[in-house]
């Protein structure tokens, strides 16, 4: 059978969590997979928010909700902002509510995508005290990291030493990763106490 990829990983640690009715933040909404899977696990009745740098991520996302024939979606708010601005964009009723924040970090991989426009290390840092801000107890953070392109290594290194450095008493951190291979993606995931 094989392990797991990366982003299959992430969705099972995330869809232990998330149940209908939930709110949940798609970090880096990319071409819009996590989007779509964050909208099905919390259902009609849930609520997902989703951030990017790039008008036409957002596009991509959008497009890929709009084609899914689910009939129990919940309802997505796509914002054009970077995901440092998440926790003053999500309202403060569901500060401490939010049951996951994915985060996919890298660049757009879609066909004709500037693959210059990556995230970067100081605005991840900050969104993802931003995420633990607003997790709720048992809630999961989930980042799919890529040391394979420029500037990749220095986030997936700052990203890890973040996670390693949070307190027990905040959250527990894992790692996910194929050793024998450096470069390739690999997650690190969350679970605030």
Do not use: C
């Amino acid at each position: 059978m094989g392990f797991l990829s990366v982003l299959s990983y992430a969705h099972q640690l995330v869809a232990a969590r998330v149940q209908p009715g939930d709110t949940a933040i798609d970090a880096t909404v990319g071409t819009g997979a996590d989007t779509l899977f964050l909208a099905k696990a919390a259902g009609r009745r849930g609520r997902i928010y989703g951030f990017d740098i790039q008008q036409e991520a957002l596009q991509l996302a959008l497009r890929r909700l709009d084609e899914d024939e689910s009939t129990s979606l919940a309802e997505v708010s796509l914002l054009h902002q970077g995901h440092e601005k998440m926790q003053e964009a999500i309202p403060d009723k569901l500060h401490g509510k939010v049951a996951a924040v994915m985060f996919n970090l890298g660049y757009l991989p879609s066909e004709g995508a500037d693959p210059s426009v990556i995230t970067h290390t100081d605005s991840t840092l900050t969104a993802l005290d931003a995420a633990m801000y607003l997790l709720r107890p048992r809630g999961i953070l989930t980042a799919v990291l890529y040391p394979g392109h420029a500037g990749g290594g220095e986030e997936a290194e700052a990203v890890l030493q973040w996670a390693s450095a949070l307190p027990v008493s905040s959250g527990q951190s894992i790692i996910y990763r194929q050793l024998q291979r450096a470069a390739s993606p690999y997650i690190v995931a969350v679970e605030k106490k």
